[in-house]
Each structure stands twice: as structure tokens, then as C-alpha cells.
């Protein structure tokens, strides 16, 4: 006999590659190319673990099936924008399925650049080179006659490289230390980046400008790393980080909190003494990027209390 519970369970479908494409009269063109992933949960499906009792279960093909529906059926701008595609699609679920209490979809995208020729952007050719990818998820959850939505947002594997103005000194030192002080240093990273919105009724949140905060995301990351005339700001990756993620706040009342992990890619000096030149310290021009171990910087930035809406 049976005594285990289920301490929590979601199941649905995973890796649903779909492209839409807007065709516009004048002929100018817009897609749009995610991969979504769709989680339904809920007390009703524990009997599908616990008993063999599929009755309740909304197939995972079905799941797939409503993604390319929605991606038909919706207005344009409800799909181009993968925010709001995903809340859209997690509000369908949990509508059409009164035993679904919470969908949670996740979309990631590694955005088409629209070509340009002469500085003009064509109408409908589009090309991707090696880029960050950005991502969103939606958790929409059944609360009584509405809807709760929580939402993050955020890109990936954005990687960055600056030859100077990056230092690392003054830092704890004991028997067990080798690192040299650096008082300048090659810095790369890759960065993730994460941001949480401020909770809203569904309606009210699909208003949130989505697109200009991403791009805003990056230009802070991208400034703060190369920009910031403020030498403590360079000190160290950890500064680095606060700088970026104080500027998103204040740029964007909508995000609650700003998330950043930072590994530290490492490029050394490589010592040529043995040859008879110098490459060390000031004289360092030939460096062995070093991809591990690496250093890991990570931290969640949110606004004081009086700061939230």
C-alpha cells in the first residue's frame, strides 16, 4: 500500500517551436520565432500519478495544438511580443480547463535582425547572428472569479569582453592566496540577466511597454560595463553588477527586481620571462583566456520599499 504524497507536480509540453509572420498591405513584413514550453498543475491531476486516472488530463499534443492556435487566432500584437503571448497563453489554459489552477509558460527567442542595404531595412528578408537570447515566462493562477499573473523576463549568454578599466585589488588576503592585485585587467563575461514585474491584473500588465524594457536591460548592462566614469564602478564585478541593475530600476517602474549572474571568464597575462620579455603587470599584451574554473558573481537588486508601486 501506497503512503507517499505528492508534494508537487506539473506536466505539459515542452519545446514547441512555432513562427508567426505578420504580412503587412504595404508589403513590409514582421516574425516572430519562439520556443515555448507549457506546465499545467493542479490538485485534480494528482490522481493521474497516484492512480492511473487520466481523465483529467489535458494531453501535452493538445497543449502544443493551442500554441499554434493562439499563434493564428490572436491579433498580431498579442503574438509578436513574447510577454504577451505567453500571459495570453497561460490565461487561455487556465480559462478553458476549470481544473487547471496554474499555467505556467515559459518562451525563449533568439530574435531575426531585419536586413538593411543603404540603411534602409527590407521588407522581409531578416538574418541572426550569434546574439543573447531572451526569454519570458507567465504564471497565471486561478484566485477566486480572476486571474493572478506573475511574470519574469530576461536574456541569456549576452557575452561582453573589455581590455581595460577593470581592476581587482585590495581584496582579502591569506596563506592561502595566490591571485596577484590587478589594478588593470581584461574583463569578460557572459551575462544572464532577469527581471520580475510588478504583479498586475492580466489586462493592465499586457499594457507594459515589454520590448523597450528589454532593450533598455541590455543598453544599462552594455553602459554600466564600458561607460561609467565612476572608477569605483569597475572595482570589481560586483560593483559592476549594482550599477547595472540600479540603472533598470530606475529606468523602468514596472520591474520589481533585477536578478544578474556574472561569471567571471578569466584572461591572464601569460608569463614570457622565461623568453626574456616582459608581459606582466604594465607590459601585458598576450593574455590565455582561461574558461575554468571561472569566477561566479551573482545578486538580486530590488528597489527600497518606499520605491515599489
Known amino acids: 500500500m501506497e503512503t507517499s504524497i ?4 506539473a506536466y ?37 500519478y497516484t492512480k492511473g486516472d487520466n481523465k483529467l488530463v489535458v494531453a501535452t499534443d493538445s497543449q502544443k495544438n493551442t500554441v499554434y492556435y493562439l499563434a493564428k487566432t490572436l491579433a498580431a500584437d498579442l503574438v509578436m511580443v513574447p510577454e504577451v503571448f505567453a500571459s495570453e497563453v497561460a490565461a487561455f489554459m487556465v480559462k478553458k480547463y476549470s481544473h487547471v489552477t496554474t499555467c505556467h509558460v515559459k518562451i525563449i527567442t533568439k530574435p531575426w535582425e531585419r536586413m538593411k542595404f543603404d540603411s534602409k531595412g527590407h521588407p522581409h528578408a531578416f ?9 519570458t515566462e507567465a504564471f497565471v493562477t486561478r ?58 491584473k492580466l489586462e493592465a500588465l499586457q499594457q507594459t511597454p515589454f520590448d523597450s524594457i528589454y532593450a533598455g536591460a541590455k543598453r544599462n548592462t552594455l553602459d554600466a560595463l564600458a561607460n561609467d566614469p565612476r572608477a569605483w564602478v569597475h572595482a570589481s564585478v560586483q560593483t559592476t553588477l549594482y550599477i547595472m541593475a540600479d540603472r533598470i530600476l530606475n529606468d523602468f517602474k514596472a520591474v520589481d527586481d533585477v536578478y544578474y549572474a556574472l561569471p567571471n571568464i578569466h584572461y591572464f597575462p601569460f608569463d614570457l620571462s622565461k623568453f ?20 561566479y558573481i551573482t545578486a538580486t537588486v530590488s528597489r527600497p520599499p518606499k520605491g515599489r508601486l
Open 6 to 9: 505528492i508534494k508537487s507536480q
Open 276 to 295: 626574456g620579455l616582459k608581459n606582466l603587470q604594465a607590459d601585458a599584451e598576450v593574455y590565455m583566456p582561461i574558461a575554468d574554473p571561472s569566477g
Open 127 to 135: 538574418y541572426r547572428e550569434g546574439k543573447e537570447t531572451r526569454w
Open 12 to 48: 505539459g509540453k515542452d519545446r514547441v517551436r512555432v513562427v508567426r509572420v505578420v504580412r503587412h498591405a504595404d508589403g513590409w513584413q514582421e516574425i516572430a520565432d519562439y520556443s515555448v514550453c507549457i506546465l499545467l498543475s493542479g490538485a485534480a491531476f494528482e490522481s493521474s
Open 143 to 200: 484566485a477566486g472569479e480572476g486571474l493572478t499573473v506573475k511574470m519574469n523576463s530576461g536574456f541569456y549568454d549576452l557575452e561582453v569582453l573589455k581590455t581595460t578599466n577593470s581592476s581587482f585589488t585590495d581584496f582579502w588576503r591569506d596563506e592561502l592566496t595566490t591571485l596577484p592585485e590587478m589594478a588593470d585587467r581584461v574583463l569578460s563575461t557572459k551575462v544572464l540577466c532577469q527581471w520580475t514585474f510588478v504583479e498586475q
